[in-house]
């Protein structure tokens, strides 16, 4: 099982109940879909520059959490980023969007835990 640390939820100010509250930053996360470009091969070795990416991101303490889904040809990589313009510019560098295997798309997501009250006021 995989389980978000207590460093990755951090009290914020924005809740369901006034979503026109500033989004504290430090629990928003952005989210990377990856889809299949039709027609497109994946070659082995764009794979493991895939996973070369990933792990530098991991080891910059920029990654949350990655995977491909199991009932579409895409995937998911949520990182920490200043802004959704940084987290595009890692979306770029992606060697899958680099070679053209694959397509993005940019989501801001609010981290809910236990630490923010699961975003409730």
């Excluded at 978000?4 to 100010?13: A, I, Q």
């Excluded at 006034?18 to 299949?36: C, D, F, G, Q, S």
């Excluded at 895939?50 to 910059?60: C, N, R, S």
Aim: with cysteine; hydrophobic share 40%; net charge neutral.
């Amino acid at each position: 099982m995989i389980q978000m640390s207590r460093k990755d939820c951090v009290f914020g100010t924005a809740t369901l109940q006034n979503p026109h509250m500033p989004i504290a930053k430090e629990y928003t996360r952005y989210v990377i879909l990856l889809a299949k470009v039709p027609g497109r091969e994946t070659p082995p070795d764009v794979v493991q520059h895939h996973v070369a990416h990933l792990q530098k991101l991991d080891h910059e303490g920029r990654l949350v959490l990655c995977g491909p889904f199991t009932d579409h040809a895409s995937g998911m990589v949520i990182v920490k980023a200043r802004d959704k313009e940084e987290a595009t510019r890692l979306a770029k560098a992606d060697p899958f969007v680099i070679e053209g295997v694959r397509t993005f798309e940019i989501r801001t997501w609010l981290l809910a835990c236990a630490e923010n009250n699961y975003l409730a006021s």
